[in-house]
């Protein structure tokens, strides 16, 4: 006999079954069936095993405060039954539910109860492996590139010889991240292609999948390998789909697909994902991710036109930690604030950071130094860009930013090969907005080559471009650049070209980065406009210019 009244025995076996349909309902992935069920049940009474898969179900659905206590009632009973294995792998789990959360106290503590556990799982066991991901992250943390590196390697060593498919996939993104921190661009993606190969082919867990998908995209959309980005990314979002009620790293996929329509010209559906992933960080509670999102978003307004809208989504994102620049230096630029722009790239350019960060910086960097005049330090960063480059869409940014100094340096027959190949890359990478860009600075050096029906041919079909994209301050550009049949009061085809900029209000700088010249030839032709409009002023002047005619 029991001892228990037969009321009790009826609930009892009421709570063996409720338990019994959470476990069928987590081992076909429908978390909310399961999580619902163990969420009715009395978790007092619930083995480690259950803890944990109801820990995996709420966390996945988003529900971290029940997380945290299903993980801690889990360590709790690991630690009364000796299981120093299954407290170190449960204090794991807490650490990174806390990072992901932006509780940094909460992940130092629980690593430190990792750490403290480790004599008594073995150095060579899967449990140091994982004590070994969470100081990696604690060097990432105070910049210590080196001895994080050493970590993630015995993460993954420690995966492998323990077979632990989790531990492997963790590890070898973390390798793939940190290699491409420090240059080694090439072993990086090995290591992330071989993680995402395990993950797609159903290896891991589904925390550690969802981890491992996103840092991977993360890795690969720092360094501009959309073609990567794009393949992960669809098989990302069909992990998701496949799991009713997934909240957790849905966000994630929506950034990327809004990273996509960027680069694809879909400003208006980037927007709406962009959008749309700010949401489920908040409904996660990432506050973190949300700066990566405002960011994003800034960069796509920006190329709007949209720049008192960019600002405030630039501002957001500093607010959430995340560095707006350089899309920030490039809104100053386009409201004629050089000096501010030039500063911001100074300090960009100054601050000791690994190839990732500066493969981000160059191309901004290339753009305003051309406005600045300072063509010398400009071909120093495209020089530096196309030694970093290592993706098809960084070698075209390279071959733009070359082809961009060439003209500034008066060179246009050598700047055309490093346009065409630009062009050529964007066209491949199916990057409208980049690919017209570069048609710009092929019809500015072909008008100088004397090639002017060619160079015609250029812009209209970039101005027709921007059109269509909604990308009204190029559009508006190429219109000014697009000079008329004949010029009158003498002026040369240059004038009228510094003119039509003149009267769109831009400065000199403005003009000097458009038309690819220093600031003292873009100075000295409008010291000519004025001689020959015999004018005294810039109003003067753009009176002038359509009062002719010229725009």
Sequence with gaps: MSGRTLEEEVRAMAVAGDVDRARQAYERGDWP???DVWARADRAGLPATDLDDLATASELLGHHDTTVLALQQEFRLHEQAGDSQGAVHTAFRLAM?????GEPALFSGWSARAEALLPDVGADSAEAGWVAFLRMFGHLDRGEIPQASQQADLATEAGRRNRDPDL?????TGQGRLRLYTGRIPDGL??????????????CTPIIAGHVYCTAIEGCQEISDFGRVAEWASALERWCSAQPGLLLFTG???????QLFRVHGDWAQALDELALAAQRYVDVGSPDA??????ESGDVLRLRGDLDEADVAYQRA????????????????ARGQDAAALAAVDRMLAEEVGAVARCRVLPAAVEVLLASGQVDRARSAADELSALACSEVLTAMAAECSGAVELAADD?????PFLRKAGQLWARASAPYDASRTGVLRGRALARLGDDAASRRELEAARDCFRRLGARPAEDLVSALLAPVASPAGLTPREVEVLRLVATGRTNPQIAAALVLSEKTVARHLSNIFTKLDVASRTAAAAYAYEHGLM
């Design 290 to 295: 949300i700066g990566l999102t405002a960011r």
């Design 190 to 203: 090995a290591c992330l292609d071989e993680a995402m190969v395990r993950v797609i082919a159903g290896e």
């Design 97 to 101: 539910s806390c990072a992901t959360h």
């Design 318 to 333: 500093s607010d959430h930690g995340c560095d707006p620049q350089p899309g920030l230096a490039l809104l100053w630029l």
């Design 412 to 416: 246009p027959a050598g700047a055309l």
């Design 168 to 172: 492997v996939a963790m590890g070898l």
């Design 252 to 258: 994630q996929c929506a950034l990327h697909r809004g």
């Design 33 to 35: 069936e399961a999580y």
